[in-house]
């Protein structure tokens, strides 16, 4: 081979060589950039995922607040049913004792004039 081709030969395998060198540097920034958006959107995120995670705790502690107010309200309302049906039969009972004192009283013709 004369030199002239063996200065070709090299000049050629050189620019080969630089142009896989600079493909991999145009490939090396390409995944940097996107390594650099993938770590931004992580930590994006983590952000709305903790923001989340304090959202859900405050609705949970929320609901378990008003869980323990309804079942208070319940209760009381049980209560207080119970004691007015209480009062309706004690009210029942002294009606009854009142029908009996006033047909001794006036008898048995004028209690059924009262009503």
Sequence with gaps: ????????????VAGF???ILGTMARLSVRFGKMEQRVAENESRDKEER?????KFERLYH???VHNTAI????T???SMAQTVADTKTEVQHMNLKLDK????LYGATKCQNLD
């Design 1 to 12: 081979m004369s030199t002239t081709a063996i200065i070709s030969c090299a000049i050629a």
């Design 17 to 19: 060589i630089i142009s």
């Design 50 to 54: 903790e923001k989340t995670r304090v």
């Design 62 to 64: 929320d609901v378990n």
């Design 71 to 74: 079942a208070t309200l319940s």
């Design 76 to 78: 009381k309302i049980d």
């Design 101 to 104: 004192m006033i047909e001794r």
